[in-house]
């Protein structure tokens, strides 16, 4: 099970940290991701992390703004936004798969778990 949560309603310019904990399984055999869907649009890549946090992927619309991590003890793993723009408003998942290699890791398809979502609304 995966809850996200550290949404908000914030300005541009500001920052927000997501979170997502997982529960129930052995949290350092997975890849996690973070992905977002804004009205009427796709869901999207955003972030992903190996299962030992050695490796990041980044979408190219928050390269530089955003930082994905993990902490295994905790069972979490994270988003830091910072720098926030209106475009980043969206409802932010967060996924896991134990089985992703580099080609899929920025597939939303090839995730077999998800969260329910949190939502991040950036005001201009």
């Known amino acids: 099970q995966l809850q996200a949560s550290g949404g908000g309603l914030v300005q541009a310019g500001r920052a927000l940290r997501l979170s997502c904990a997982a529960s129930?399984?052995?949290?350092?055999?997975?890849?996690m991701g973070w992905f977002r869907q804004a009205p009427g649009k796709e869901r999207e890549f955003v972030a992903a992390?190996?299962?030992?946090?050695?490796?990041?992927y980044y979408a190219d619309a928050v390269k530089g703004r955003f930082t994905i991590s993990r902490d295994n003890a905790k069972n979490t793993v994270y988003l830091q936004m910072n720098s926030l723009k209106p475009e980043d408003t969206a409802l932010y998942y967060c996924?896991?798969?134990?089985?992703?290699?580099?080609?899929?890791?920025?597939?939303?398809?090839?995730?077999?778990?998800w969260g329910q979502g949190t939502q991040v609304t950036v005001s201009s």
């Open positions: 996924a896991a798969d134990a089985h992703l290699i580099t080609s899929t890791m920025r597939s939303a398809s090839a995730y077999d778990y």
């Open positions: 992390i190996r299962r030992s946090g050695g490796h990041t």
């Open positions: 129930g399984r052995t949290f350092s055999n997975y890849n």
